[in-house]
């Protein structure tokens, strides 16, 4: 139990153009999700928390324009990366728990290359 | 000071050896303490929560000392499959917040 999925697992985009990244919890349903970016040789660093049918909580330093997440339901979130630049090139991991959760699943992650 | 702080690594072992990894966090108001290990490009996965009173999972054993904001893990025996990166994980007093996650220690254990 406790699987999250994430699609794709890579992808490869040119620069200006928006990528979707998906995340659903396959057996579970998952109140909140956390979207998290790591660059080579960094730790996972927090860029927003998604609570379902709410407005995503960004970190600072995060722009929230340039990337969009959408947590419609309970087994799905979405992070869209909006004119995308060779910068946002990074591994895109997202976990998801359940109310009063105190453990977190994650996803396999996404490894996005802007050229 | 960074949220959670950990030896910076990397560590080359050979097959056998002991190996001890420190942490140290800042916010005393933490509640839960986990050690995650990394594999090159791969996302991170639980290898043991931390508890008060220490515990040992196998070859495993994972302390925590409140008073200094000290965690530690203890590979014993170490395998070559034992080689990737160890996160120390700190969540903080809150239901439902995220995960802070250490740089991580690389372990590279060789034959």
């Known amino acids: 139990g406790a699987v999250v999925s994430q699609h794709p697992s890579w992808v490869i985009c040119k620069s200006g153009t928006s990528v979707k990244i998906e995340c659903r919890s396959l057996d579970f349903q998952a109140t909140t999700m956390f979207w998290y970016r790591q660059f080579p040789k960094q730790s996972l660093m927090l860029m927003a928390t998604s609570n379902e049918g709410s407005k995503a909580t960004y970190e600072q330093g995060v722009e929230k324009d340039k990337f969009l997440i959408n947590h419609a339901s309970l087994t799905l979130s979405t992070l869209t990366v909006t004119s995308a630049h060779p910068e946002d090139s990074s591994f895109y991991i997202c976990s998801a728990g359940t109310g009063g959760f105190h453990e977190q699943y994650f996803g396999p992650g996404t490894r996005l290359t802007v050229t | 000071r960074k949220e959670v702080e950990q030896d910076p690594g990397p560590f080359n072992v050979p097959e056998g050896a002991t190996v001890a990894f420190n942490c140290t966090y800042s916010?005393?108001?933490?509640?839960?303490f986990f050690w995650y290990r990394q594999d090159c490009r791969k996302e991170p996965k639980l290898l043991m929560s931390v508890y008060s009173s220490g515990n040992e999972d196998g070859r495993f054993t994972a302390q925590l000392n409140r008073a200094s904001q000290y965690i530690s893990l203890l590979i014993r025996d170490s395998k070559l499959s034992d080689s990737a990166t160890y996160l120390c994980v700190v969540k903080p007093n809150q239901a439902g917040t995220a995960l802070i996650f250490g740089k991580g220690t690389t372990l590279s254990v060789s034959s």
């Open positions: 916010n005393s108001a933490s509640q839960s």
